[in-house]
T-cell receptor
Framework: DAKTTQPTSMDCAEGRAANLPCNHS???????VYWYRQIHSQGPQYIIH???NNETNEMASLIITEDRKSSTLILPHATLRDTAVYYC????????????FGKGITLSVRP | NAGVMQNPRHLVRRRGQEARLRCSPMKGHSHVYWYRQLPEEGLKFMVY????????ESGMPKERFSAEFPKEGPSILRIQQVVRGDSAAYFC?????????????FGQGTRLTVV
């Protein structure tokens, strides 16, 4: 699996959009971008995933650049409960594919 | 994610005892992954199992640790002769298919404390 690079931490104000960047410059054609988050030592929670098109669900939006070398997770209206470690993971869709977690980015939402 | 059930949620063992951690995957899922998270560290992959088969155990310690996923019943992560360094949160995840585009869904973990 290709590696990803994320900032160590960021913060945003409650109610504002949180834009979490991720670099994956060595991503290959059959690798998807996944985002998970972990709220204070709970089990990781799936957020969203995509291949090359932008994706949106009830939790977030995922914007993937045209060259697929980077992506941004957008939480449109951050709340205090969104404070968590967010993991950007690149995973291929073949046999024995597993999620490999890096250090993630710690998002702190302030009142 | 409530669908993946892990028990017990908390487990205390004395050094030298055995720890058995159980994981029931989401309904319809036949692939299970185990991860370990040491205090203040990231999630580390341990083992990937399909029903009755170990697919990838590259992250499992060579000794004292074993995992199984029988045809019937939950997946079991077994740690023999526990030591203080085994104290960690152990997370299980399940997925519907091998290598599919759908991600894996995690349980709430078992927190093992070795005293």
């Amino acid at each position: 699996d290709a590696k990803t690079t994320q900032p160590t931490s960021m913060d945003c104000a409650e109610g504002r959009a949180a834009n979490l960047p991720c670099n994956h410059s060595t991503i290959s054609g059959n690798e998807y971008v996944y985002w998970y988050r972990q709220i204070h030592s709970q089990g990781p929670q799936y957020i969203i995933h995509g291949l090359k098109n932008n994706e949106t669900n009830e939790m977030a939006s995922l914007i993937i650049t045209e060259d697929r070398k980077s992506s941004t997770l957008i939480l449109p209206h951050a709340t205090l409960r969104d404070t968590a470690v967010y993991y950007c993971i690149v995973r291929f869709t073949g046999a024995n594919s597993k999620l490999t977690f890096g250090k993630g980015i710690t998002l702190s939402v302030r009142p | 994610n409530a669908g993946v059930m892990q028990n017990p949620r908390h487990l205390v063992r004395r050094r030298g005892q055995e720890a058995r951690l159980r994981c029931s995957p989401m309904k319809g899922h036949s692939h299970v992954y185990w991860y370990r998270q040491l205090p203040e560290e990231g999630l580390k992959f341990m083992v990937y199992l399909q029903k009755e088969n170990i697919i990838d155990e590259s992250g499992m310690p060579k000794e004292r640790f074993s995992a199984e996923f029988p045809k019937e019943g939950p997946s079991i992560l077994r740690i023999q002769q526990v030591v203080r360094g085994d104290s960690a949160a152990y997370f299980c995840a399940s997925s519907f298919e091998q290598g599919g585009t759908l991600g894996a869904f995690f349980g709430q973990g078992t927190r093992l404390t070795v005293v």
